[in-house]
């Protein structure tokens, strides 16, 4: 028989909030694999080789917003030895005409860590700002001043992400009032480096090929050249694309890459496109992910043309409704992908990570058919970063939506251990069978149906409904005969039914 179902993936709406998706949790961590936090969430993560857990994030206290790092122990235990009981405090979201955030984290082979974001100062512009700890958590006084350092370009600016060299140079991206991007590379004691771009910065021209660059990530090749994942317009097709740069190691365009510099993907383009994140694979190969009217990864090859043998010429679109927040790649060249729903926060809602092959399939080996949820019962999640144990294990970060408190999450390394509730075929009842105008579903009560497909034998698709309440379907225009039913439920599954569509003459 003909093949009838391509994979479509699920939409990314969670349980009601009876229903718990908790499946593939690594129980040793936390609270049977989940550790939640008193308030606030989680922008970022980090492991150290020892494997006790650094996150870069939010607490939320007496209506201010704190701007924390903190540390856990491998169980998911919170490490009181960091920093001042356990917590380096950036500082707060308060009247102070010197606020200090900082969104970005990188961990230095010597266990000291840096931190990028930006400093509000009483002239209201944002400068960027970079720190440097020392692996128990205070400041480390040989960097900048006294730990510190503070770049004013003239507007507003940010870090966004920060590599490091062999040589131990850091490099860091940013953008400058939403129009322009920075590229900085700084020498180990925090002070910029002059024979990287125009005295350490490199800030685009008309070379680039680019309006309104926003840079997301920065990483580098094992020859010193630069990669960095952009959205912005490209001049060349007048519209938003996901857009990867290539710098020499010197901060000049490497014209070897796409023949400027600039590779972008006009199969992922538009006004409403955005770029959220970069992986940079040891071959030089480049993934891009992010979301325009569906969440996209795209990848370039090595010479920044689209790579025909991932996805659809080089593109994998997921599902329309949903936004990507972060990627990571893995050591043997899997992709896992975290998402929101689209229009989050909704009061039933639930984080997505998908799990693809190298080549842009979906890995149905992870979570179920390649997806992963986690939503503890009457508690909606949302999801921040992602990061990869050396073992594989696989840490989720993020919020629990309607207390705002921190949620941090391990997962066994393909996330299929102790899967529950997950209904079969027989628990999901379709009446009246044969049918004439309508057909009714009866459904556990911990379940929804979230998208129908009616199939005829040939494989042709009659109708598509996207409904988070589905219970009754009209079947009024088609015609006698057989018919499949394939039905997503609300925790990723794919269920098909037969249906016998028989009306009176």
Not at 17 to 45: C, M, R, S, W
Not at 171 to 190: A, M
Not at 263 to 275: D, E, H, R, T
Request: with cysteine; net charge neutral.
């Amino acid at each position: 028989m003909k093949e009838l179902f391509i994979l479509l993936l699920a939409c990314l709406f969670s349980s009601t909030a009876d229903a718990q998706y908790l499946y593939g949790l690594d129980p040793t961590f936390g609270n049977n694999g989940i550790y939640e936090g008193d308030t606030g969430g989680v922008f970022k993560i980090a492991v150290q080789p020892d494997k006790k857990i650094i996150i870069v994030g939010q607490d939320i206290k007496n209506y201010a917003y704190n701007n924390v790092i903190k540390r856990f122990k491998e169980d998911g235990e919170f490490d009181s030895s960091f920093s001042n009981s356990g917590v380096f405090l950036v500082n707060t979201n308060t009247s102070s005409s010197n606020q200090k955030i900082v969104s970005s984290i990188y961990l230095q082979q010597d266990g000291k860590i840096i931190l990028g974001g930006w400093t509000a100062l009483v002239n209201g512009n944002s400068d960027l700002y970079l720190i440097r700890l020392k692996p128990n958590g205070t400041f480390d006084s040989s960097f900048g001043n006294n730990g510190e350092f503070v770049n004013d370009l003239g507007s507003d600016e940010g870090i966004t992400s920060i590599a490091v060299q062999p040589d131990n140079k850091i490099l860091i991206c940013g953008n400058i009032s939403n129009n322009y991007i920075v590229v900085i590379r700084y020498h180990p004691n925090g002070t910029l480096d002059s024979s990287f771009g125009n005295n350490g910065i490199v800030v685009p021209d008309s070379t680039w090929g680019l309006d309104y660059p926003n840079a997301n990530d920065i990483d580098l090749m094992s020859d010193g050249r630069i990669v960095l994942g952009i959205d912005g317009r490209v001049k060349a097709l007048s519209a938003y694309c996901f857009s990867a740069v290539r710098l020499l190691p010197n901060g000049s365009l490497d014209t070897s890459f796409n023949h400027t510099g600039l590779a972008y993907s006009s199969a992922i383009s538009g006004w409403l496109v955005y770029c959220k994140a970069m992986s940079l694979q040891p071959d030089g190969k480049v993934l891009l992910a992010g979301y325009d009217d569906s969440m996209a990864i795209i990848r370039f090859d090595s010479t920044g043309q689209p790579d025909s043998i991932f996805g659809k010429n080089g593109v994998v679109k997921l599902d329309p409704a949903g936004k990507v927040v972060d990627m990571l790649l893995q050591p043997d060249g899997r992709i896992v992908v975290a998402t929101n729903p689209d229009g989050f926060p909704y009061p039933d809602s639930c984080y997505t990570i998908y799990r693809l092959l190298p080549n842009g399939s979906i890995d149905s080996s992870f979570g179920v058919n390649g997806k992963l949820l986690t939503q503890p019962a009457t508690k909606p999640t949302m999801i921040g970063t992602l990061a990869l144990q050396p073992d594989g294990k696989l840490l989720a970060g993020g919020s629990f939506v309607q207390n705002s408190k921190l949620l941090l999450v391990r997962y066994t390394p393909d996330a299929t251990a102790s899967i529950t509730n997950l209904p079969t075929a027989n628990d999901i009842v379709l009446y009246p069978n044969p049918a004439t105008n309508y057909i009714y579903f009866d459904l556990p009560d911990n379940q929804r149906i979230r998208q129908l497909y009616i199939y005829s034998l040939d494989g042709k698709l009659h109708r598509t409904k996207y409904d988070a309440y589905l219970k009754r379907f009209s079947i009024e225009d088609l015609a006698n005969g057989v018919y499949y039913l394939k039905l997503t439920l609300a925790n990723n599954q794919q269920i098909i039914k037969k249906l016998l569509i028989q009306k009176n003459n």
